[in-house]
Every structure is written in structure tokens, then in C-alpha cells.
């Protein structure tokens, strides 16, 4: 198993640009996560999905938008990039079977807008 | 949502226990103690999670007090390897999906 992967793993942008993140997961997750991480800062939660076709804001959900189309597939969209969004996003996915609460991680995208 | 208060650092040598505490006056009936390890440019790895007394598992041991006020993660005989932040969570995970609050968590260096 791939566990759960992010697409790309790097991308530099520029202010008013769009682009949209893709997470993977392989594990028939019921819940995904996309999070963002700042220098010296701990995640904090943009969106979330508890199954497909559903979608919730976080702490942070301005700026983004979300899709799950798919079981296996959530997007982190940015209409329109400002340098504030530049960070790390990670994603993650967990189970609501037993081990609730464990989340597993993707290896996250850095993002930079210029 | 219940807050977490953790050291921002702390040092050992390789071959110690390290325990780290963290503070969580407030949590709720219903919230369990999870803690994540996070390397650089890496996502967090879930470490080990409970609700009260004391669980272990084959990389730590969390022990939590009658009072659930606070937790602790003990990692017995770290290495160099367990360099890393500790994030300690506090949350309902059985309800709502997005009330689980990574702080800035515990800067854990150890020596040799």
C-alpha cells in the first residue's frame, strides 16, 4: 500500500494564480484531512471530508475550496493564491473503525507564492 | 475544545527515558489523548493514543491520571532517531471530525 500520497510535492506560484492540490489515500479511509503547517507552528486544519461527497471548513478555511468525489481522492483548491498561503499542506486520512483518532499523514506539499 | 500546554523543548542524551508532560485542565468526558511525533519535512506519525490509566505500545507509554487533567508520554531508552517535535491532541474523536488542535507541540533534541 501507498498509504496516502500528495500531488505535487513542490510549486511555486504567483499572486492570483490558481492551482489544486491532490490527495491519495489507498486505505478506503472514510475521513480526509487537508492541514496546513507554518514555520515553527503546529497543523492547523483547513477543511475536512467524513465521507465521500461531503465536505466541512476547519480552523483556517478561507482562501480554499475542496472537493471529494471520490472515496479515495480529496482536492485542496486555491482560486486565487496570496503570498499568506504560502506554507506546508498535509494531508491526511484515518478510519472511523477502531483505531479512531490515529491519522496517517502524506509527506506534504510546499507551496510558495510569490 | 479542550487546550493542550506542552514544553516548547526539551533535551536528553541517548539511552535515557524521556517523559513529556502535557497540561489539559478542561478536557471532556468524552476526549481522548492522542500523541503525534513530526521529523522535518515530514507529516506527523500517530504515536499512541488513550483515554486513562496507563496504555503502551511497542514505541511508548502514556500514562494519564485519575483526574485526566494531564498526560504523560514516556519514551524509554531514546536514540538519536527520536529527535523530533511531540504534538499531544485532545479531542472527541467518536464526534465531530475537526476539533482535534495540534498546538506547537514539544522540540525534542537528544544528544549523544
Known amino acids: 500500500n501507498a498509504g496516502v500520497t500528495q500531488t505535487p510535492k513542490f510549486r511555486v506560484l504567483k499572486t492570483g494564480q490558481s492551482m489544486t492540490l491532490l490527495c491519495a489515500q489507498d486505505?478506503?479511509?472514510?475521513?480526509m484531512y487537508w492541514y496546513r503547517q507554518d514555520p515553527g507552528m503546529g497543523l492547523r486544519l483547513i477543511h475536512y471530508s467524513v465521507g465521500e461527497g461531503t465536505t466541512a471548513k476547519g480552523e483556517v478555511p478561507d482562501g480554499y475550496n475542496v472537493s471529494r468525489l471520490k472515496k479515495q481522492n480529496f482536492l485542496l483548491g486555491l482560486e486565487s493564491a496570496a503570498p499568506s498561503q504560502t506554507s506546508v499542506y498535509f494531508c491526511?486520512?484515518?478510519?472511523?473503525?477502531?483505531?479512531?483518532?490515529?491519522?496517517?499523514f502524506g509527506p506534504g506539499t510546499r507551496l510558495t507564492v510569490t | 475544545l479542550a487546550k493542550t500546554t506542552q514544553p516548547i523543548s526539551m533535551d536528553s542524551y541517548e539511552g535515557q527515558e524521556v517523559n513529556i508532560t502535557c497540561s489539559h485542565n478542561n478536557i471532556a468526558t468524552n476526549d481522548y489523548i492522542t500523541w503525534y511525533q513530526q521529523f522535518p519535512s515530514q507529516g506527523p506519525r500517530f504515536i499512541i493514543q488513550?483515554?486513562?490509566t496507563k496504555v503502551t505500545n511497542e514505541v511508548a507509554s502514556l500514562f494519564i491520571p485519575a483526574d485526566r487533567k494531564s498526560s504523560t508520554l514516556s519514551l524509554p531508552r531514546v536514540s538519536l532517531s527520536d529527535t523530533a517535535v511531540y504534538y499531544c491532541l485532545v479531542g472527541d474523536v467518536r464526534g465531530s471530525q475537526g476539533n482535534l488542535i495540534f498546538g506547537k507541540g514539544t522540540k525534542l533534541s537528544v544528544k549523544p
Open positions: 491526511a486520512s484515518r478510519s472511523s473503525g477502531i483505531k479512531e483518532g490515529e491519522q496517517y
Open positions: 488513550g483515554y486513562k
Open positions: 486505505m478506503n479511509h472514510e475521513y
